[in-house]
């Protein structure tokens, strides 16, 4: 008997890779994500140092909280900004875990169709060997009753 061999190993393979690189891809969003949040909690972290530290200023001068105010607005447009970039982050996390997942579909597809093409050749091999061995235990036995 011929030894097992699917016919579409190629494409299970592309999926395969496929697959490989929708999880890559899903990676690199995760982090992209976690940049963002990490850059909103140090935005959040220097302007709250800031502010303590003008508070200490002793005298505290006019021009001191007017810069600070103004501080304050640059702060709130960048974490504004952050906040968009974040919302598109997660949109593009979704979609790439979407993708994922259908990736993982379509690879699984194929991996059960070799399942059970691997079955189907290890039923018909096995079928085989028996009816070897039967013709052999009926030949032996032809030979003795003759």
Do not use: H
């Amino acid at each position: 008997m011929t030894s097992f061999q699917f016919p579409l190993q190629r494409a299970l393979d592309w999926r395969r890779t496929e697959l490989q690189l929708a999880e890559a891809r899903l990676q690199q969003q995760l982090a992209a994500l976690a940049e963002l949040d990490r850059a909103r909690a140090e935005l959040a972290a220097v302007g709250a140092r800031t502010e303590e530290a003008v508070r200490e200023f002793n005298p505290l001068a006019g021009r001191d909280l007017t810069a600070l105010g103004s501080f304050r607005l640059l702060i709130k447009v960048r974490e504004k900004e952050l906040a968009g970039r974040r919302v598109e982050c997660q949109r593009e996390l979704a979609a790439r875990q979407a993708g994922l997942l259908e990736a993982r579909r379509r690879c699984r597809l194929l991996e059960r169709l070799k399942e059970r093409r691997w079955a189907e050749w290890q039923q018909a091999r096995d079928r085989e060997m028996e009816e070897l061995a039967s013709d052999s235990y009926l030949a032996r036995w032809s030979q003795r009753q003759g």
